[in-house]
């Protein structure tokens, strides 16, 4: 179980095509705050049909897109 499951959930939760989290709602979701291991996890957001898109650190943000579905 890697430390931001509960953050994948919450974004696989949002079913929006995209949408932007900061990183204190992303400390809020998780507990923890993003550090820059979160690059080396968020290829895990695959699986759950989303990928990290845009990572602002200037304006403390992330985007997340929805995958397109594989036919």
Not at 21 to 31: A, K, M, S
Request: proline share 1%; glycine share 6%; net charge neutral.
């Amino acid at each position: 179980m890697s430390k931001y499951n509960t953050l994948w959930e919450y974004v696989q939760r949002q079913g929006s095509q995209s949408f932007k989290l900061t990183f204190d709602e992303i400390q809020n979701i998780t507990g923890l705050p993003i550090d820059h291991s979160f690059l080396n996890y968020k290829k895990e957001l695959m699986e759950y049909g989303y990928q990290v898109g845009k990572i602002s650190m200037k304006d403390q943000t992330v985007m997340f897109e929805k995958m397109e579905e594989k036919r």
